[in-house]
């Protein structure tokens, strides 16, 4: 069962005139595959999928019409985005009759019919039990359209029998076991004839289990659902998937995560394109860089050095025209000064002694000498201030304003030489901490670190709960991305929460009643609650430990991680992808999708399985003859597309067993080829002598009505009894 | 028509020399609604009417495979692993702690999916 391109455009066959009227032509309709040849050939002419799609050609705007798989490179010229595949199955009950049309047409025109009409009798199967509004619209469909002369219908499956029971496979009595796309059936036969009325259903086959598969891969890994489509289940399926002997040791294998489950991975690498990696750049780049640096970096010295000569030479001139006004000003009566100075800025002899001071100083700071100690002794708190230990009523208003400023200025200095003394203090007892850990960590390494972990821990986990509780009032960590569930109460935590219910009873509270508020102590504490906030501080507390611990962590554990955001509910920070990200792993779904055709509950049936059915189907079959029970259970044939799994036919006697009497034989076989052999037991009834007897003309279809056809049932024993 | 499309024979003629009546063509005239000529199984199964006959009959509704008699087993809805724990918010099903946490990061719309998997998803009429 090939759906990729291998299996595309099927040839139009040149032989159609060199076949007698009366070989019938035979036609295998599953909801899968249409298979159409020739009465007594091995195999059919023609395969393709069952399915028509009418997208619009671009170049000339009408609508077209396709059959079957289509050649991907070529539906380039198709507007394929407002038709999809079209299956003439709702099940596997034909019920689209244009569109089972199109794919007659289409097998009647590969197969190489020229005539005016298709003039060969014809036998199709259907599936049990067909809803006989089915089989009356097929009939004139093939009656009037095709001018079809006669017509019979049978049962694949039971056709599929015939054939493994024709060449020895499987007995007289048995069952077969049919998974199709759609539906799984179980019919026993008796004396090889099938007995429908004791067949079952279950409406599970191989399309839900590809369904399954790419719905439970899109799940897992969303951003790759583009590439995960039906087709490419479809071969990851056929390709990967198994039965399980053991669901629920399988199961237990893959959850332990032991070595015989990662040898049954598999990986689908999707095309993953590597980003540019950055190259290192090469060691003559690096020193030409260096050297680049350099250069510029000796050019701004020398720039600042040339700045500060034109300073220092610029101070020097000042100085030097400083010192010249001072050496004229003792030449200059006292009298005269401020005549004198009226040209320049200064006003008295002070004042350009005081700029001669600042200009001296700034040019050796410029020069880069030492400044100048100019306090060199500290003048005790009496000569700084003065005026502080004398009382107030010896002052005059002035002094008064004066000695508030001292005092102002005392406590200010105070207070900056406490701060100091108790800055150095912290830092002592810090370091003396430090010690002790040091020597806690020398005495014995393994326990401090441990120790160190587990604070570690401790306190990281305080975070991240006080994180959820801000996140979540009520405690669990909620899944409060619902959009729309979000009001007002859940946005705030406990804590925010707490403080507005405070707030309100204080409001409606007010001048009901008698008020005794106040009258204990506690009353008041109140207030604090109502204030503000201050889950903050510890808070701040806490994280400022837990950085101090994960330092330490890092610098004395080389394989220490910090977790801290493991808890968080931040998205994940951008990585670059990697090809782990473009892989696709195959673990516990290799065998989690076939086995919903044992357990059907797993997607939401309430159906017995495959195994179990047979169970269902013995006791519908109403036979106290256990003979016949043990003949019938000792052939079971397992066909159809749907059950292609490696190692179903294990599992299927190991989920029959238990059903059946106490050491009765049984026996479960694989059909010689599940998918071809319906077409190819078809095709051996059809080219039996008995066949003309079991179909019906247009004549006896509009002659005997309706209840004659809902009554018509395919002789299978008949067509293949006789050696062919 | 391009060449290689021609070659491929990809499109179907819309006339073929073997039928009786050829398929008219079908141009939908805008306004008119869309006859649809075709039921649904389940509207096919209805006209069948196979209430009306004896019900040692069979047909292709009482073929059909009763439930199981084995009691279902619950798996967890994300590994597929088995398990007996179901998360009371997202009703999803889980294996373990991890599985847990994943799940409640999920957004509402995967947990729906997850959920119609095994058809227990809400719908909502």
């Known amino acids: 069962m090939v759906w990729g391109p291998a299996a595309i455009r099927p040839q139009r066959q040149t032989d159609y005139r060199f076949f007698p009227s009366t070989t019938p032509i035979v036609i295998d309709n599953g909801s899968s595959h249409f298979r159409i040849g020739w009465a007594g050939e091995s195999d059919p002419r023609i395969t393709f999928r069952n399915i028509v799609q009418r997208p619009r050609h671009r170049s000339t705007g009408e609508t077209v019409t396709m059959v079957g798989d289509q050649d991907p490179a070529l539906m380039k010229y198709f507007d394929c985005t407002r038709s999809s595949c079209r299956s003439p199955f709702d099940s596997n009950v034909v019920y689209q009759f244009d569109t089972m049309e199109y794919i007659l047409d289409y097998g009647f025109e590969r197969l190489g019919v020229d005539g005016s009409e298709v003039d060969h009798p014809i036998l199709m199967t259907e599936c049990v039990y067909n809803p006989v509004s089915s089989r009356c619209r097929m009939s004139e469909l093939l009656f009037e359209t095709y001018g079809v002369p006669s017509i019979a219908f049978g049962v694949d499956s039971a056709f599929s029998y015939k054939y493994n029971q024709h060449h020895g496979f499987c007995n007289e009595d048995g069952f077969t076991i049919c998974t199709g796309l759609s539906a799984s059936h179980v019919i026993p036969f008796v004396s090889g004839e099938p007995v429908f009325g004791a067949c079952c259903r279950t409406n599970v086959g191989g399309y839900n289990i590809t369904e399954y598969l790419r719905q439970l891969l899109s799940l897992k890994y969303p951003y790759h659902m583009s590439n995960i489509t039906f087709e490419k289940s479809e071969d990851l399926k056929t390709e990967h998937c198994y039965v399980a002997l053991n669901y629920a040791e399988e199961l237990q294998l893959f959850q332990d995560g032991t070595r015989k489950a990662e040898e049954k991975y598999r990986y689908w690498q999707l095309p993953w394109i590597p980003p540019p990696q950055e190259e290192m750049p090469s060691e003559e780049e690096i020193a030409r860089k260096a050297a680049l640096r350099e250069k510029q970096g000796q050019r701004l010295r020398e720039m600042a050095a040339a700045k500060k000569i034109s300073k220092i030479a610029e101070l020097e001139k000042e100085l030097n025209g400083l010192d010249f006004l001072l050496r004229q000003l003792e030449n200059v009566e006292e009298g005269d000064i401020p005549s004198f100075l009226s040209d320049t800025k200064y006003h008295s002899k002070q004042e350009v002694a005081s700029a001669v001071g600042k200009v001296s100083q700034i040019l050796r700071k410029a020069k880069g000498e030492p400044a100048e100690v100019e306090d060199s002794y500290e003048p005790s708190l009496e000569e700084k201030y003065p005026l502080i230990n004398i009382p107030d009523n010896m002052l005059t208003p002035d002094q008064l304003k004066e000695k508030k400023k001292q005092i102002f200025m005392k406590t200010t200095t105070e207070g900056r030489l406490r701060a100091k003394q108790r800055h150095i203090d912290e830092k002592l007892q810090r370091d003396r901490e430090n010690e002790q850990e040091e020597e806690k960590r020398i005495e014995n390494p393994e326990l401090y670190l441990e120790k160190l972990h587990a604070k570690y821990k401790e306190i990281s986990e305080k975070l991240g709960q006080r994180k959820r509780m801000k996140l979540n009032g009520n405690g669990g960590n909620g899944n409060n991305n619902t959009p729309g569930s979000v009001g007002r109460g859940e946005r705030l935590n406990a804590a925010q929460k707490e403080r507005m219910r405070l707030l309100t009873t204080a409001a409606y509270d007010r001048g009901k009643g008698e008020d005794t508020f106040g009258a204990k102590d506690e009353d008041w504490q109140l207030y604090k609650l109502m204030s503000k906030d201050n889950d903050d501080d510890e808070r701040d507390l806490d994280e400022a430990e837990l950085s101090r611990i994960t330092l330490r962590l890092q610098t004395i554990d080389p394989n220490f991680a910090a977790i801290s955001d493991a808890l968080s509910t931040d998205p994940p920070r951008f990585q670059p992808h990697t090809a782990d990200d473009f892989k696709i792993v195959l673990g516990v779904e290799r065998f989690r999708c076939p086995e919903i055709l044992f357990q059907p509950c797993m997607v939401g049936f309430s159906q017995a399985g495959l195994d179990e059915m047979i169970g269902v189907s013995l006791r519908r079959l109403d036979t106290k003859n256990t003979d016949l029970k043990d003949r019938i259970c000792n052939s079971i044939l397992v066909t159809g597309g749907g059950c292609l799994f490696p190692g179903i036919c294990p599992r299927l006697e190991v989920g029959i067993r238990p059903q059946l009497r106490f050491l009765s034989p049984l026996k479960v076989t694989l059909a010689s080829n599940p998918t071809l052999d319906a077409w190819r037991g078809a095709a051996l009834c059809a080219a039996s002598s008995q066949f003309h007897i079991q179909t019906f003309t247009k004549h006896d279809y509009y002659e005997k009505g309706e209840d004659w056809v809902r009554q018509y049932q395919f002789k299978y024993d008949l067509a293949t009894s006789e050696p062919v | ?125």
């Open chain 2, 1 to 125: 028509m391009e060449p290689d499309v021609a070659k491929a024979e990809m499109i179907l003629p819309n006339v073929l020399p073997f039928k009786r009546v050829q398929r008219t063509s079908e141009k939908h005239i805008k306004g008119q609604p869309k006859t649809k000529h075709w039921k649904h199984l389940k509207q096919i199964i209805q006209a069948e009417n196979f209430q009306d006959y004896p019900s040692d009959q069979s047909n292709y509704v009482n073929i059909e495979t009763p439930p199981s008699m084995y009691p279902p087993k619950k798996y967890c809805d994300i590994t597929g692993f088995q398990t007996t724990y179901i998360d009371p918010k997202t009703n999803l099903r889980f294996a373990n702690t991890d599985v847990f946490k994943q799940s409640r990061h999920l957004p509402e719309e995967m947990v729906q999916k997850y959920l119609s998997l095994r058809n227990a998803a809400v719908v909502l009429r």
